[in-house]
């Protein structure tokens, strides 16, 4: 019979380990979620149709899987191995593991199975490595079928030669597979240990000792160093033996260097010479040799030892950093296209006729574009004014949502939205013509959704979860991809926060692939209850497809071209409406029982006397947060933790049922509650996905709905800073905390009409030094070198909090950082006077200066806090 298949995952907690059976099982299911590069052969072999192919291919496509999971991942403390012949029986042994729950013994998930299933054995394998398996014992176990034996045995930390389970007939090759996903302890994906000079190194200043080993060098012999110490770094993080180092001219992948490795790797490079690095720098530059090459370009021949790229001093004159702590908003402002180049590349003369009258620069439609309309009209338009202004051929390619992928004419498609094998199936059709795949697409599934009133699930089948895969496709692309995300919109609806979240999405694609630009691109129409017409569309997206470094969101409207600006906020002045917390109020806290939401919990029970607090979380508080929450019910506070998942709109109407049934009402919401999956794009799943909208953005909708008619005096959400920054493997993440900060916008914008109550604010959270997202000293040197950001305490997040809610900005920030540093990320502009969007003008970015040790902080914080002081005196607080 068919020899069956050991497949092993191993990571470094168990439920890091959980999530990668999960993204596992996804992957045996449906093929096409194996990254591009390969994925060709992995889905061909899953889905062999041929006559008699079937089963061959269906074994050796599992031979590959299970030889590329033994031999191409590192094996970690937390391991899970199980044997299938095929397919089906894999994915069935995984469902058995997975119901189990996490909490299961592992020995319960390994007694026998049950029916049709193989066990899943899991467990921890010991620090110290087993003695090593003698030569030719793992080929006598496979002889006599004792493959359970084999599965058992690496589990519990024997270290097999996996060559020889393979009979000299098998030819097992590498092949796409998923990786384990990053820890989910860091928020910015380092791996520089504590020992490392990064972590006593002040202001996390590159390597002056490397750096200066390269400028004592003649030139000809820099790049033999460089490519020697990298092959240490790399032979390092791949556990080489001490003395093998990995073949300079091999290819990363070859070589097993992983994404998330490929991460670290760059994260080291950058630590040591101060080199910006970006997520797929390993791709761009393949080899070793080649790394290096690239690197010594960057340096430069003639940059001073311990000096950076940007001038920064290095480890031994690097000034100390120069800390605000400033509270800032977002800004829609007027912001004119930039100049044409005044220099054009003469060559590019000949596609000149598209500019005159389609906007942008030279020739942005010379390379074609995929329009994704519902209904053909915006592709239509292209195309007619395309072959109006140019002889040229130039592709303009219909997709629309279907439901089953199909070529319907010429340039003309349609695909499953969310599927991600059709996108994979678009490309390579695209590919296969005799123009290939144009370099701009349009995304206008969402164009108009607004006014039918769809439910949820059909704006996000239309918007992010046929985006994300599409995204993740043109990621492995090689060349540049402009993709713009269209919302039209009416002009008294203003854009739908879930388009504007693109932009956050965008902000963390650049990490990942500076090549490929995700923009959110907001049109409105002329008219108050009327969409803009198709040629309108078409003009604001050849605008900004002539911008050279566009922003990640744009709106057209009646005041022009507007662009997201970070501000200061100045002292509040006129009339201002109270706080909207009071005594006694009954305050619903989403997340209730993580770091964020206990420690604002207890806050509102400080100053808040007598108030009710309903704590909402998925699961049943631990040991320690038990005790948290009898802290907070000693203030005097009534507190109830209730269970429930904010992401389902039944458990958020039982949930509210509940707390107006006991407490006659609500008064104020703080919505806390979200979850990371962290994963580059290449790794990342619809279920990882799903998972990190459901409680951040699905929370917040479902909340807002079914409470639009209670009194609430605010509800108060929070983001991150990531959706401003962006931050390489959370792009969903940086999706659901911009669509937070939108949503707070126009949820101001439905109180002002009267269709909602209660102030909205979004709270924009760097990571913390006490709660929420907290990293550990390696980590936070490497934001302090990338960003300037330091963490921010529980006292200046408290006042955040207090001060949000007399501001009336809806986009609420704060901050601690080197804002000369911070500035090359995120520059925060000065404090201007609130006028119409049209009359604001750019402004420089803010003076750096150092806040005082003693006294008060800053005049901004004056003014707020004697706001804040008086109105809590005249509430007799």
């Known amino acids: 019979g068919r020899r069956p298949r050991i497949l092993v995952l191993s990571a470094d907690d168990e439920a890091a380990l959980r999530r990668y059976a999960v993204r596992l099982r996804a992957f045996l299911a449906d093929g096409a979620n194996a990254p591009q590069d390969g994925a060709d052969a992995f889905e061909d072999g899953m889905n062999a ?23 191409g991942r590192s094996a970690l403390s937390h391991r899970l191995a199980f044997t299938a012949g095929d397919r089906d029986e894999a994915v069935r042994a995984l469902d058995a593991h997975l119901d189990a729950g996490p909490d299961a013994r592992p020995d319960a998930r390994a007694e026998g199975g049950t029916a049709g299933r193989k066990p899943v054995h899991t467990g921890v394998a010991p620090r ?8 030719g014992e793992l080929a006598d176990l496979a002889r006599r079928g004792e493959w359970d034996t084999i599965a058992r045995a690496w589990v519990e930390g024997t270290s097999w030669a996996w060559q ?59 790049h033999s160093f460089l490519v020697q110490r990298l092959r240490a770094e790399l032979g390092e993080l791949l556990q080489y033996p ?7 001219d091999r290819g990363f992948v070859e070589l097993g260097l992983e994404s998330v490795f490929a991460v670290r790797l760059g994260t080291r490079i950058e630590e040591e010479l101060g080199v910006p690095m970006y997520a797929t720098v390993t791709f761009d530059h393949p080899t070793v040799t080649e790394l290096a090459r690239h690197l010594l370009e960057e340096i430069g021949p003639d940059t001073p030892a311990g000096a950076g790229p940007s001038g920064h001093a290095g480890a031994a004159g690097i000034p100390e950093p120069r800390f605000e702590e400033v509270f800032y908003e977002g800004t829609w402002e007027a912001a004119p296209l930039p100049d044409p180049d005044p220099n054009p590349d003469p060559e590019s003369e000949s596609e000149s006729v598209l500019e005159s009258d389609l906007a942008g620069g ?40 279907g439901k089953e992928y199909e070529r319907t004419g010429d340039d003309h498609y349609t695909v499953r939205p969310g599927h991600e094998q059709d996108f994979a199936r678009l490309l390579k059709d695209l590919e296969a013509g005799p123009t290939g795949v144009p370099g701009v697409f349009v995304h206008c599934w969402a164009r108009g959704t607004g006014t039918a009133d769809p439910d949820l699930d059909a704006l996000l089948d239309a918007g992010v979860r046929s985006v994300f895969p599409l995204v993740r496709q043109l990621a492995a692309r090689p060349g540049p991809v402009r993709l713009l995300v269209v919302d039209a919109h009416c002009a008294d609806e203003g854009p ?16 990942e692939n500076p090549r490929l630009v995700c923009q959110s691109l907001a049109v409105a129409g002329e008219t108050a209850d009327a969409g803009p017409g198709a040629a309108r569309v078409i003009e604001a997206c050849g605008a900004e497809l002539g911008v050279v470094d566009p922003p990640s969101e744009v709106r057209y409207g009646p005041h022009g071209r507007l662009v997201r600006r970070m501000r200061r906020l100045s002292p509040p002045t006129g009339e201002r409406q109270p706080p909207a917390w009071a005594p006694g109020g009954t305050f619903l806290v989403t997340g209730g029982i993580g770091a964020l939401g206990l420690a604002f919990a207890g806050h509102l029970a400080r100053h808040a006397p007598r108030c009710s607090l309903v704590l909402v979380g998925r699961s049943a508080p631990d040991a320690e947060q038990r005790k948290a929450v009898d802290l907070i019910a000693e203030t005097g506070a009534t507190v109830e933790h209730v269970v429930a998942d904010v992401g389902r709109e039944d458990d958020v109407h039982r949930l509210l049922e509940h707390v107006r049934s006991r407490y006659g009402g609500l008064d104020g919401i703080v919505h806390a509650a979200g979850r990371i999956q ?11 996905v799903d998972e990190v909208l459901s409680g951040k953005l699905a929370g917040a909708v479902h909340l807002d709905a079914l409470t639009r008619d209670d009194p609430l005096r605010f509800f108060v959400s929070f983001s991150s800073l990531t959706s401003l920054t962006g931050n390489a493997g959370q792009s969903d993440y940086g999706y659901a905390s911009a669509f937070l900060t939108a949503f707070a916008r126009r949820r101001e914008e439905l109180r002002a009409r009267g269709e909602r109550n209660g102030r909205s604010v979004t709270l924009i959270w760097p990571y913390m030094r006490d709660g929420g997202m907290r990293v550990d000293a390696a980590t936070e040197g490497y934001l302090l070198r990338r960003h300037g950001l330091a963490p921010v305490d529980t006292d200046l997040a408290a006042e955040a909090f207090d001060l949000s809610l007399v501001t009336g900005a ?13 500035a090359r990320t995120l520059p925060i502009l000065d404090a201007r006077e609130h006028t119409a969007p049209a009359a604001r003008e750019r402004a420089a970015p803010a003076a750096t200066r150092r806040a005082p040790e003693d006294g008060p902080r800053n005049e901004l914080r004056d003014g707020l806090r004697d706001a804040l002081a008086e109105e809590l005196k005249e509430l007799g607080l």
């Not at 149709?49 to 033994?70: F, P, R, V």
């Not at 001490?242 to 300079?248: A, E, K, S, T």
């Not at 010379?366 to 109006?388: C, F, H, I, N, Y």
Request: hydrophobic share 35%; aromatic share 6%.
């Open 496 to 511: 739908h926060p879930l388009a504007e979240a693109f932009g956050g999405l965008d902000r963390c694609v650049r990490h």
């Open 164 to 222: 020889e389970l393979y009979t000299a007939d098998e030819s097992p090759r590498r092949t796409p597979a998923p990786l384990y996903p990053f820890g989910r302890a860091r928020y910015w994906l380092d791996d520089v240990g504590p020992d490392t000079p990064a972590a006593g190194r002040s202001g996390g200043g590159p390597d002056a000792g490397l750096r200066a080993a390269l400028a004592a060098l003649p030139e000809s012999e820099r």
């Open 362 to 401: 030279p020739g942005v439609w010379s390379s074609g574009a995929v329009v994704l309309d519902t209904d053909g009209t915006l592709a239509g338009e292209l195309a007619r004014r395309v072959r109006d202004l140019t002889p040229d051929d130039i592709p303009v390619v219909l997709v629309r949502p």
């Open 49 to 71: 149709s041929d006559e008699g192919a079937g089963d061959a291919g269906d074994a050796g496509t599992l031979l590959d899987l299970a030889y590329t999971l033994q031999c």
């Open 678 to 688: 962290d994963a580059l794009l290449s790794n990342k799943t619809p279920h990882d």
């Open 128 to 135: 110290r490595p087993l003695p090593a398996a003698a030569p």
């Open 810 to 822: 809806p986009e609420f920030g704060v901050l601690r950082a080197d804002l000369g540093k911070l």
């Open 242 to 248: 001490p003395d093998v180092l990995p073949d300079p």
